[in-house]
């Protein structure tokens, strides 16, 4: 492959990876776009937020206030993630040179994932050095990375319970439907006792009844 494939191949990268996010106006040209730091400090936000207070940066139209900007930005955030940019470097992205706010993704996007790579060996010493670099997806938590084989076994683990889970729902509801069946069948069985109890009484007076009238009808004729 290219040098230029290559460096084509990177872009790409980067473009695929800042058109995933959602910034707070669309994105047309990318140089004019970050030209004047607000959406760099968005960008910055998402990975580094303690260092980062968006409202520090207002939209501008001029060089000067685009610079400003991205002075402020300098000194207060990328200074502290050690990305700190020269004041041409800085005079370039106010004036939307072409070609230099790419060279700063890259370089955030390396340190990204530096960072992330260095928490993930905190985490787990010297384990797998695969890593899930899901971290530049805004989907995923900024700065949290975890080696792949340990990322597949948690995800099966999940799985298994959420089966175990799903098993457990089922032989609940048999069990609810047992229970129903019983209480039916218990009431079926008092009302049934209710019955045979009443009508036992009904037969064991009766006799007595009909008895004492007919001592009673033999008094009169003697």
């Given at each position: 492959?290219?040098?230029k494939?290559?460096?084509?191949?990177?872009?790409?990268?980067?473009?695929?990876?800042?058109?995933q996010?959602?910034?707070?106006?669309?994105?047309?040209?990318?140089?004019?776009?970050?030209s004047?730091?607000?959406?760099?400090?968005?960008?910055?936000?998402?990975?580094?937020?303690?260092?980062?207070?968006?409202?520090?940066?207002?939209?501008?139209?001029?060089?000067?206030?685009?610079?400003?900007?991205?002075?402020t930005?300098?000194?207060?955030?990328?200074?502290?993630?050690?990305?700190?940019?020269?004041?041409?470097?800085?005079?370039?992205?106010?004036?939307?040179q072409?070609?230099?706010?790419?060279?700063?993704?890259?370089?955030?996007?390396?340190?990204?994932?530096?960072?992330?790579?260095?928490?993930?060996?905190?985490?787990?010493?010297?384990?797998?050095?695969?890593?899930?670099?899901?971290v530049?997806?805004?989907?995923?938590?900024?700065?949290?990375?975890?080696?792949r084989?340990?990322?597949?076994?948690?995800?099966?683990?999940l799985?298994?319970?959420?089966?175990?889970?799903s098993?457990?729902?089922?032989?609940?509801?048999?069990?609810?439907?047992?229970?129903?069946?019983k209480?039916?069948?218990?009431?079926?069985?008092?009302?049934?006792?209710?019955?045979?109890?009443?009508?036992?009484?009904?037969t064991t007076?009766?006799?007595?009844?009909?008895?004492?009238?007919?001592?009673?009808?033999?008094?009169?004729?003697?």
């Amino acid at each position: 492959m290219s040098a230029k494939s290559e460096t084509g191949d990177h872009l790409d990268e980067i473009y695929d990876w800042i058109d995933q996010i959602k910034f707070s106006r669309p994105k047309r040209n990318i140089a004019r776009d970050f030209s004047d730091g607000v959406l760099m400090a968005e960008l910055l936000k998402r990975y580094y937020p303690k260092h980062v207070d968006v409202h520090n940066y207002v939209a501008g139209n001029s060089i000067a206030k685009k610079a400003d900007n991205w002075s402020t930005l300098n000194r207060k955030v990328l200074s502290k993630i050690d990305m700190r940019l020269g004041k041409e470097t800085i005079n370039q992205l106010a004036s939307s040179q072409p070609g230099v706010i790419e060279k700063v993704l890259s370089d955030l996007r390396a340190k990204i994932l530096k960072d992330s790579n260095a928490d993930k060996e905190s985490l787990y010493g010297q384990e797998d050095n695969k890593e899930v670099k899901s971290v530049l997806n805004p989907e995923e938590v900024a700065n949290k990375t975890v080696p792949r084989h340990i990322f597949t076994r948690l995800k099966q683990e999940l799985q298994e319970k959420k089966d175990m889970i799903s098993v457990l729902q089922q032989r609940i509801s048999h069990l609810e439907n047992i229970m129903k069946l019983k209480d039916q069948r218990i009431d079926d069985l008092t009302a049934q006792i209710i019955r045979s109890s009443i009508e036992r009484d009904i037969t064991t007076t009766r006799p007595h009844i009909i008895g004492s009238g007919i001592s009673k009808f033999s008094t009169k004729l003697a």
